[in-house]
């Protein structure tokens, strides 16, 4: 049987484009021979349409949607992800898999486990399936999921059900486990995937298709590497991770394992941060982006993902020297500027920092110059950078790291300020490892970006480690604290010092309104900042 998988990029909300790409990929599946054809998770709302679902017209809509696709498909079924209405008591709706075929809706099968943590919230506005069995399709008997019902706890931290969705199926005889999918990129992720899907085929011993989304939505980067997998546990296929991709793959014995490419995390992390860029930039109807080039490392790793994502001829870089910026970081930035052939222009903001200090002198009287001064800097840095954006239309990029988002070293309405946080979830010892694997050709970020020590250069001779542990320490502080979970006496068991683990922790609570502010950050670790971490600002507890 020749099977279709349609690893699709949708939009949340555009129901006419992503209908406009199903019938697509439904047309040239069928043209290559497919006999079903699959799509992924939510694929007429996009996923994930959250409070989107209460608007009046949303759910609506994407019913009329389904019914316009059904319309138009013939005698080759294909699956398609949508929102169905729920009629009976509980949550309005379902998160629901249709078979379309023959211009009509020929079953309809709702999803079983809500995932409810981390990023998801489904439970919010789907109630459960209340019954879990196959459909037949063309004398088929297809075990029909949708992406958590098939996640085992092996990998997940959740109660266990005692028949899990696909051993309930499994129980009442399938030919093929469908699954459809709209499962976000972490580090690591797709190999978790195959391994689950495999050890689930053989204990099943049925074959397995599975069929995920890509593209960036807001946080959420998902990485498609779509699978189908043999009922001895081998993977028959594999389609390409961080692209739209359309694969007709027969399923039946003579069909060999396929090895999978091998990728170091750097190189995954970084394909994860170019789309996830390149969709939110252009979903959010922008062309062109800007941000200020200080000639560390940080605002260097954000620049070669903008110009990879959007063309270098669509990235502005902007130098804001003040008398703190050494002249070895100017020469970094615009070295790397030519390495790119992204735009880039200076804007010198000593008169400006100079002349608010004048204005301020006064209301100053008697207090030393601190923190304050230095925030100045940053924040005029981000007054000439939003009008850069005003202007042009630039979107400005944000370019703090996972490791200073977590400790508030940062300036709030200052470097914080912008449409999109590229490496917020990127720790600063994986913004080193990243910027060397992007260097292994050829010197694209200039080495002494690389190799000298990190500086806010805010003040004479400032090094980040005058403040903060080194990143080493701080990331494997923030690894099991943040990722993690483990509390301050498991982390000091790990080997670190108790006092900075104290103040580490201490930091990232005190932080917390600051992240609250922040601008929207891809997420590439199992545990990023912002919507999977919900954290009340004002609280008490202390360990
Ligand atoms: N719970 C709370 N809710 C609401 N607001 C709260 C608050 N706690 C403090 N605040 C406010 O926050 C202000 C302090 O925050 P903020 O103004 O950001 O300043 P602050 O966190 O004190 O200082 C920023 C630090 O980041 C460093 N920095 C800046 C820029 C770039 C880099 C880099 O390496 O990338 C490093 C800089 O050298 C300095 O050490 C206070 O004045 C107070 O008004
Ligand atoms: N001299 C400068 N010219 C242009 N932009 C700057 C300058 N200094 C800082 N910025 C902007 O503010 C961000 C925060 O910079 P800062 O140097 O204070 O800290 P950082 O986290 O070490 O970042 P980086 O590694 O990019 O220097 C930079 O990434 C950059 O976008
Ligand atoms: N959409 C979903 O059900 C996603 C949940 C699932 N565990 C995943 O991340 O793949």
């Known amino acids: 049987m020749k099977i279709a998988l349609a690893q699709l990029n949708t939009i949340v909300g555009d129901f006419a484009g992503n209908q406009a790409q199903v019938l697509d990929a439904y047309r040239k599946s069928v043209a290559a021979g497919a006999k079903l054809v699959l799509t992924p998770e939510l694929v007429i709302t996009g996923y994930p ?186 993977v028959l296929a594999r389609l390409k991770a961080f692209e739209t991709d359309l694969q007709v793959v027969e399923l039946g014995k003579s069909t060999a394992a396929t090895q999978a490419v091998e990728t170091c995390d750097a190189e995954e992390l970084y394909r994860a941060l170019v789309l996830g860029t390149r969709d939110y930039v ?125 400790v508030g070293y940062c300036t709030i309405y200052g470097d914080m300020c912008g449409g999109l946080s590229v490496i917020s979830d990127l720790p600063k010892t994986r913004v080193y490892e990243v910027s060397r694997w992007i260097n292994r050709e050829r010197e694209i970020i200039p080495w002494p970006t690389i190799e000298k020590p990190p500086s806010a250069e805010l003040r004479p001779d400032q090094k980040d480690q005058d403040t903060l542990p080194e990143y080493d320490i701080l990331d494997g502080i923030l690894e099991l604290f943040v990722e993690q979970g483990k509390s301050v006496g498991e982390i000091v068991t790990a080997g670190y010092n108790e006092e900075v683990v104290r103040w580490v922790l201490r930091r990232v609570e005190l932080n917390e309104w600051k992240r609250h502010q922040a601008a929207p950050g891809l997420k590439v670790t199992s545990k990023a900042f912002g919507m999977g971490r919900r954290m009340p600002i004002v609280q008490k507890f202390r360990e």
Request: aromatic share 6%; net charge negative.
């Open 282 to 406: 252009r979903k959010c109807g922008f062309k062109s982006c800007v941000l200020g080039l200080s000639g560390g490392i940080d605002s260097a790793l954000v620049a070669v993902i903008a110009a990879d994502a959007l063309g270098s001829e669509n990235v502005l870089g902007i130098s804001l020297p003040t008398e703190f910026s050494s002249q070895g970081s100017k020469d970094d930035a615009r070295d790397l500027a030519k390495h790119l052939g992204i735009r880039y222009d200076t804007v010198a903001i000593q008169p400006v920092f100079e002349s608010v200090k004048g204005q301020m002198r006064d209301i100053f009287a008697g207090k030393p110059e601190d923190v304050t001064e230095e925030n100045m800097q940053s924040r005029i840095r981000g007054l000439v950078l939003m009008s850069l954006s005003n202007k042009f239309g630039h979107l400005l990029l944000t370019t703090g790291n996972k490791s200073e988002m977590a």
């Open 49 to 234: 349409p959250r409070d989107l679902v209460h608007r009046s017209r949303f759910v609506p809509g994407n019913i009329e949607t389904l019914h316009t696709i059904a319309a138009e498909v013939g005698e080759v079924p294909i699956i398609v992800g949508f929102v169905d209405i729920n009629k009976d008591a509980g949550k309005h709706f379902h998160n629901a898999a249709a078979v379309l075929q023959h211009g009509k809706v020929a079953h309809i099968v709702h999803k079983s486990l809500l995932p409810t943590y981390d990023v998801f919230d489904e439970d919010r506005y789907f109630e459960p399936a209340r019954i879990i069995a196959p459909v037949t399709v063309d004398g088929q008997r297809l075990g029909i999921t949708i992406c958590e019902d098939i996640w085992t706890d092996e990998y997940l931290p959740r109660p266990l059900y005692d028949v899990s969705p696909p051993e309930m199926l499994g129980e009442q005889g399938i030919d093929l486990l469908v699954n459809i999918s709209a499962s976000p990129y972490a580090l690591g992720k797709p190999r978790i995937r195959e391994r689950m899907l495999g050890a689930l085929a053989q204990e099943l011993k049925v074959p397995i298709v599975y069929c995920n989304a890509v593209g960036g939505n807001d946080q959420l980067v998902f990485d498609g590497n779509s699978l189908v997998i043999g009922a001895n546990g081998d």
